[in-house]
């Protein structure tokens, strides 16, 4: 590993980033070089803090990590595989039954209740409606949202929409959780009961998570810190 080599938990390695590097408009005169080498490892039940400057390659090293986007060089393992150059297809496989996304905005689908969101990616990946369905009433109650579970995103809270989209998240029992500024739109009392949440539900799952915030309070509550500095992770 490169300089940038980061402390990791005891448990197995669910993520593996070595020597990531990503840029854009590759080999113009205006390239912009957003990665250079960044290196971690993050354990199964771990939770990782990832702190950045706006524009120094935060959603772009997300991406990367939960199989949007491709790195120009070094390896990317999740449980053990490595997707570094799969293919599209294995790619989208892999996305869809090892990792879990949630976004500081919440898109759920409008036309359908809090617990159809949970139940469609469920069939996306081959669960059958009724197993589908019970998961859904379990995850929702996990996080106080059984009276809920029939509305409409409309008719939900901006915590509870977001509740539900951590939900979504870990409804094919991902062992990798991403998330960007999950708590990022909600007013301080909410971002502290969704956060409190979203622990709960990867504790419990003992999946490994990586969050990206700007919130240097919900940062301290996490295992660790990641930075990403100079298109390098550094243990902050």
Do not use: W
């Not at 120094?56 to 986007?69: N, P, R």
């Amino acid at each position: 590993m490169s300089d940038a080599a980061l402390r990791q938990g005891s448990g197995e390695a669910i993520l593996r980033l070595d020597g990531i590097e990503k840029g854009y408009n590759h080999g113009r005169p205006n390239e912009v070089r957003v990665l250079l080498g960044a290196s971690a490892r993050i354990a199964a039940g771990e939770v990782v803090a990832l702190v950045a400057p706006s524009g120094a390659g935060k959603s772009t090293l997300l991406h990367i990590a939960g199989l949007l986007d491709t790195p120009d060089a070094g390896l990317v393992e999740i449980a053990g595989k490595d997707l570094s150059k799969a293919s599209d297809r294995a790619r989208t496989a892999a996305r869809r039954e090892m990792v879990g996304f949630v976004y500081q905005f919440h898109h759920l689908l409008p036309e359908f209740t809090a617990a159809e969101n949970i139940v469609l990616p469920q069939l996306a990946n081959g669960v059958e409606m009724a197993a589908a369905e019970a998961r859904a009433r379990d995850l929702l109650g996990s996080v106080g949202l059984s009276a809920r579970m029939d509305h409409r995103p409309a008719a939900l809270s901006g915590g509870e929409q977001q509740r539900v989209a951590f939900c979504r998240a870990l409804a094919n029992a991902p062992r990798l959780l991403l998330a960007d500024e999950p708590t990022g739109n909600l007013d301080p009392a909410t971002s502290d009961t969704v956060f409190s949440a979203l622990m709960d539900l990867v504790r419990d799952t003992g999946m490994a998570a990586l969050i990206a915030t700007h919130n240097p309070d919900l940062a301290a509550r996490m295992d660790r810190t990641l930075r990403l500095e100079n298109g390098l992770l550094v243990d902050g």
